[in-house]
């Protein structure tokens, strides 16, 4: 599986921004989909997961109510929509691909994922 992640760009507080993350290689719809992020200076963290269906996800505390992740199997896709963006959401947003779906926190382990892509540049000015 290769993960190519694009629509990073600079907002502005308040704004919003629609991260995609295009797969392809072996089948997608199979794959457990999760976003993280690396702010500089700090350690990777978990944004939010999708499972292969596309009926269950689960969110960081920090992003929940204002970040959504939803996929489309036929396109090989994977979305982040991001709202009411924070300064604190300025890192770089790299989408994975893992071969289950694990309930709750469990699914936030980046050692859950197989497959990374190579992250996209999120800039929040204030």
């Known amino acids: 599986v290769q993960l190519q992640a694009s629509g990073g760009g600079l907002v502005q507080a308040g704004d919003s921004l629609r991260l995609s993350c295009v797969a392809s290689?072996?089948?997608?719809?199979?794959?457990?989909m999760g976003w993280f992020r690396q702010a500089p200076g700090k350690d990777r963290e978990f944004v939010g997961a999708?499972?292969?269906?596309?009926?269950?996800?689960f969110y960081a505390d920090s992003v929940k109510d204002r970040f959504t992740i939803s996929r489309d199997n036929a396109e090989s896709t994977v979305y982040l929509q991001m709202n009411s963006l924070k300064p604190e959401d300025t890192a770089v947003y790299y989408c994975a691909a893992a071969r289950s779906w694990y309930l709750g926190r469990d699914i936030g382990g980046s050692y859950r994922y197989d497959y990374w892509g190579q992250g996209t540049l999120v800039t929040v000015s204030s």
């Open positions: 290689g072996r089948t997608f719809s199979s794959w457990t």
């Open positions: 999708i499972n292969w269906s596309g009926d269950s996800t």
